[in-house]
């Protein structure tokens, strides 16, 4: 077998939201320092955008596969045609993180300067007819900390702790006031002393401030910004209210999560598949999710969530139809509930409609949707309870797309299973695969923390 990525962290990220938050734990199970990390995560080492994904590489340069359309050239490697392998990304080296946005990407250079390359969208800065072929510099930026690349949007977070923004801005995602698009940053009105940022697969965005305070902007159809009026458009930023001492933040569609220094998780906004923990459809103010203390990992989909405790148990809650929350049931939940025969779990991952737990042995367990094959376990039956994926072990992390999912191993290998539109697996190919296979031939990719 080749080798993947290397003593890599938990950041083969996907559409999905995922949250990580950073400190050690506490004893009452909470994080000490504030970190954040996107709905559909798309900024790290790794990151996945609906149909191309990015890798930093251990000498910094970036390597990119995927579909590469001529009206959609994300991957901008000096062609349109789709990548069926992992190939560098012209120019590009010194990287030290990237983010894969719906029709552009992001990258993040150790001297502070920010790249992008993008397909022809009226709402990036101006191009030729197929966008730009190759990166180019935001020159307008330096001393950059942070880059987030929404849906046809970008934020990014300096070094002063103030936030800019440029794109799309038809919900006042921007956060300059207007709703007018911008093809160069403009500062995000009224932030100072931020520390992380999120950009949401809808038309919001939040940060997270020095302070452990919430401040949010953009669409609030659902009340995901300001819950008092969620039929408005919130062109500003505006703390959140009756939340201190967060940690952690993650702008999902139409929903915002949120992790306390004490453990406990909040959420608000859209509840139509029940992942808020309680019967309203809608919550125009956070709410404390069931009552679920001692949280040291989260990771939530669309249509369910996913909660690790400090005692390794897992917890999950929302929509069951396709047996995602693995309780041996098409129920849905809202409340917490423990997924039985579930300890020790270091580690875990939200597909769509299907979920992965890692234990601290190395073991790998799926359970839920599986036509695919993203529960890796050889069929493409459903699962509505945990079950090991036969043959990988020694399994570090584990990342999930909507219908794939990827593992890291601690010898530093990355395998990949499910659906294979476009080669998103990396193994040069676009065949569906029930089992785990090696991610990213030909090219050996080392990646280090």
């Known amino acids: 077998m080749r080798q993947g990525l290397s003593r890599w962290q938990p950041l083969l990220l996907s559409w999905l939201g995922i949250m990580e938050w950073a400190g050690s ?14 709905q559909r995560a798309r900024h790290g080492r790794i990151s996945m955008g609906s149909s191309h994904a990015l890798a930093v590489t251990a000498n910094g340069t970036v390597k990119t596969w995927g579909i590469n359309s001529i009206t959609t050239d994300t991957l901008e490697v000096g062609a349109s045609a789709s990548q069926i392998w992992s190939v560098a990304v ?3 080296s010194g990287i030290t993180s990237v983010s894969a946005g719906h029709e552009h990407s992001l990258a993040l250079h150790q001297d502070g300067t920010v790249w992008l390359w993008y397909g022809n969208s009226p709402a990036q800065p101006p191009a030729g007819p197929s966008g730009h072929l190759a990166p180019v510099r935001i020159t307008s930026l330096t001393n950059a900390t942070a880059v987030a690349a929404g849906n046809s949007f970008s934020v990014v977070l300096r070094q002063d702790g103030t936030v800019w923004a440029w794109g799309s801005n038809s919900h006042g995602q921007l956060g300059d006031g207007t709703t ?5 940053p403009v500062q995000v009105q009224g932030l100072t002393n931020v520390v992380a940022i999120s950009a949401s697969s809808g038309e919001h965005s939040l940060a997270l401030r020095q302070d452990g305070s919430v401040w ?7 009340g995901q910004v300001k819950g008092s009026n969620p039929a408005t458009v919130l062109t500003t930023p505006t703390q959140v209210e009756g939340l201190s001492d967060v940690v952690a933040i993650s702008a999902r569609d139409e929903q915002v999560l949120a992790l306390r220094q004490d453990g406990s998780l909040w959420g608000w906004g859209n509840n139509d598949q029940g992942t808020l923990a309680t019967g309203s459809d809608v919550r125009l ?32 809650w929302g929509d069951n139809a396709q047996g995602q929350l693995g309780d041996a049931t ?25 979920a992965m737990a890692v234990c601290t ?7 839920g949707y599986n036509p695919y094959g993203q529960l890796g376990d050889g069929t493409l039956l459903n699962r509505t309870t945990p079950a090991p994926v036969a ?28 659906a294979n539109r476009s080669s998103r697996l990396g193994d040069g190919w676009a065949s569906t695969h029930a089992i785990p296979g090696n991610v990213l031939p030909p090219a050996s990719i080392q990646v280090t923390p």
Do not use: I, M
Request: hydrophobic letters at 40%; proline letters at 3%; charged letters at 15%.
């Open 25 to 38: 734990a506490k004893a009452e199970g909470g994080a000490t320092s504030p970190a954040v990390v996107e």
């Open 391 to 418: 043959g990988l072990q020694g399994v570090t992390a584990v990342s999930t797309g909507s219908d794939l999912a990827f593992a890291l191993l601690a010898n530093g290998e990355v395998h990949g299973w499910g």
């Open 180 to 184: 007018l698009d911008r093809h160069a």
């Open 285 to 316: 103010t956070p709410v404390l999710l069931g009552g679920l203390s001692h949280v040291t990992a989260l990771r939530a989909s669309n249509s369910h969530v996913l909660a690790r405790r400090q005692d390794g148990t897992v917890w999950s």
């Open 361 to 367: 042995d190395g073991s790998v367990w799926t359970w």
């Open 216 to 222: 949010a902007w953009g669409a609030n159809g659902s």
């Open 90 to 92: 012209d120019r590009l």
């Open 330 to 354: 098409a129920y849905v939940r809202e409340t917490p509930t423990q997924v039985p025969g579930l300890t020790d779990v270091a580690a875990l991952g939200a597909g769509t409609y299907h």
